[in-house]
């Protein structure tokens, strides 16, 4: 089985981490923690959905390994990233008596990961986590670069903590029991990689796409890229003071789609809300006159090859007008002291930081693409 | 004015930061702030007791400097430690729309900088922090080092974070309006710090404290003393896994009497458990002959001398057993794996961190000097 697995470093100096890629870890989950942190008990947090299929193959893999464990179970969604819970699961950690050289293990999507990992963050302190990423936007975004948080009624993600995991195991075959729609929405984070500044990379999914969707080698290779991009930036800049700010490229758009879509996972999911955001950036960066059009329409027709949404056309049901949009866009955390901050490109695997993009150039361009 | 103030700096590299020590720094707190962070927006947050004293002239000050602020009060007391506090606190902060660089201001005792430390720790994943410290405790102990924090059913200070304050700013003329009792209480801290390894500063003690309580340049210079002396830790050992562990002195008896009492602070506060406890560090210390009698002695005449208690005989209404003391011992978050760990004593200023300290020499001390 180990043959399988791909292994990328997070290098961070004494927090440096590694992130196992394969088929089976899960069910090896036992060892690999033990090795890297002997003696130790755990807390698994995990919802619903993932434990049904998950749960009982890492339990029985930890006791395995002589790892005692407890479990902290939550409903699935994104609701559940909220103050409540993550008392409810800091409580759960305390009630098992665990200290800090414990570890909280997330097993689930980027919401368990980021409650979870906020809880492993703040309980004594900061205590030992390992991320074990069930979704593909968990395995590729989410689970690497130590962000954790919960979302207030004043935005998503505003509270939490930067807490690097000891340890992430991304189990490749646990995408099989993912809902396809999630598994696509996840895949717009993979393209984003490329998009920002992998042209190499963009073109190999252009070209190997159907074969990271059915699993297999090409999977964990995309995977394992994605890893890699990700763990650059992050390496480069831990508390998102600079360049990690690249990481957002597509969200600045998505985000306020998904506000003014009332965050209903039915009618938009986040990764959904990135790729219409990613198509949007090219497509605003060519009529800023920074990319062409052509790569503009090479995004738009991979995204459409696989499935994704990119035209805000694509959401079911009526959108907010652009005036309000452009609301949405001016509340997003990444506007500082009124300027309007965007990832914008000179084209495929050109993005760059664009600070200062004027507020009546990004109304006049939602405007043209409003569907309504 | 600025001639009556001393500086202690925290040294931790990019993120060392001073400690302004003196009378009337309230009074100049904007100038002090906005020098250090220009341009910033700020949220003040105190708790009643304190406010009715202080608020109106930092907010004046603030608003002199131009730094716009917003304030958010809670009530005084342990029980603000909480995580409903917690999250009003985050949620005035996010309602006052402040950005990552932007500031929160604890003004107040422990309680207040623990909580708003925590706070400003988590939104945002951490903004700027700046101490205000308005209890002796405070200004010698709780808004040096970066531990916040608040406390949960399962005990104390459990859940928080490490997040220093880029400023500390202790008004020592503000103790004037601290009640007489929190005062003392207060004072054990600093003794603490002689008996830690500072065998000077506790015999300067022994012949200054009255000038320390009545205020003038000997408050400033035991206040200035202790915050080198907990910096000088602090900058050895950040995340305590080491070294920190000697701020402990008096701790892990003082935690269990307070425990003890329910927390009623009309039975007993956390000086007081503290003055307790390092009595009872000494005098176990002798016991095990790695200290003599007479040093023990000694610090039980210094406590004696301020008025601080220094007997479990000396706490008001009845106490649980022996047996059940050394329950609560052994439930202090300094026990690592069922291993009794004690800060014990070669003599004044010669502690040490002791492990494997037999339970049964705990409980026969704890007999033979339980009052009831
Ligand atoms: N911390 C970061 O750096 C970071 C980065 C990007 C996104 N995020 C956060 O990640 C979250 C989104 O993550 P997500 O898309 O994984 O959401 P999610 O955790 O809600 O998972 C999506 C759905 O798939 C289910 N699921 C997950 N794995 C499964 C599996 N193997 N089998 C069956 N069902 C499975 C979940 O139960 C859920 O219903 C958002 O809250 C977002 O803010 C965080
Ligand atoms: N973070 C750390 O490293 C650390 C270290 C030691 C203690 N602590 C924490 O500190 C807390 C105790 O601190 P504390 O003793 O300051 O408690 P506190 O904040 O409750 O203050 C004590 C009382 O004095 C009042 N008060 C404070 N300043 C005043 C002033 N200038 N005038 C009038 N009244 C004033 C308060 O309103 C309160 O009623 C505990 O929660 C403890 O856990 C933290
Ligand atoms: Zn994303
Ligand atoms: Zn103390």
């Not at 990328?8 to 890297?36: C, F, K």
């Not at 029991?177 to 992998?198: Q, S």
């Not at 190997?208 to 995977?223: L, M």
């Not at 005036?323 to 866009?329: A, V």
Request: proline fraction near 4%; glycine fraction near 12%.
């Amino acid at each position: 089985m180990s043959a399988d697995a791909v292994t990328v470093e997070v290098g961070l100096g004494t927090r440096s981490y590694d992130i196992l890629i394969g088929p089976g870890l899960i069910g090896r989950a036992g060892e690999e923690i033990a090795r890297r942190l002997p003696g130790i008990r755990a807390a698994i947090v995990s919802d619903e959905n993932v434990a049904a299929h998950h749960l009982g193959a890492l339990s029985e893999s930890l006791s395995r390994s002589g790892i005692e464990s407890t479990s902290i179970m939550l409903p699935a969604g994104e609701k559940t990233k909220n103050f409540d819970a993550l008392q409810q699961v800091v409580d759960g950690i305390l009630a098992a008596r665990l200290e800090r050289g414990d570890a909280v293990i997330a097993l689930g999507g980027g919401v368990i990961g980021d409650l979870a990992g906020f809880a492993a963050g703040i309980v004594r302190r900061g205590m030992n986590f390992v991320q074990m990423p069930t979704s593909l936007l968990a395995q590729v975004d989410s689970s690497v670069g130590g962000k954790t948080g919960i979302n207030t009624a004043h935005g998503k993600n505003l509270v939490g903590v930067f807490h690097q995991p000891r340890l992430v195991l991304a189990d490749t075959g646990a995408l099989d029991t993912l809902p396809a729609r999630e598994f696509r929405a996840g895949y717009a984070e993979v393209a984003k990689y490329g998009l920002i500044d992998r042209p190499d990379f963009f073109a190999w999914l252009e070209k190997n796409w159907q074969e990271v969707f059915d699993g297999g080698p090409a999977r964990t290779e995309a995977i394992a890229q994605s890893c890699s991009a990700k763990a650059e930036v992050v390496a480069r800049d831990e508390f998102e003071t600079g360049d990690r700010a690249l990481l957002n490229l597509g969200h600045t758009f998505g985000h306020a789609l998904e506000a003014a879509t009332g965050y209903d996972g039915a009618r938009l999911v986040h990764g959904e809300g990135v790729a219409i955001g990613m198509a949007l950036a090219h497509r605003f960066s060519a009529r800023l006159n920074l990319a062409s059009h052509d790569d503009a329409a090479r995004v738009e027709a991979h995204l459409t090859a696989v499935g994704l949404p990119w035209r805000m056309a694509d959401i079911p049901g009526p959108l907010p007008d652009a005036e309000r949009l452009l609301g949405y866009i001016a509340q997003d955390k990444k506007v500082s002291r009124g300027a309007l901050t965007f990832i914008l490109t000179h084209g495929v695997g050109q993005s760059f930081i664009a600070r200062d993009v004027p507020a009546s150039e990004v109304l006049s361009f939602l405007r043209e693409n409003h569907p309504g």
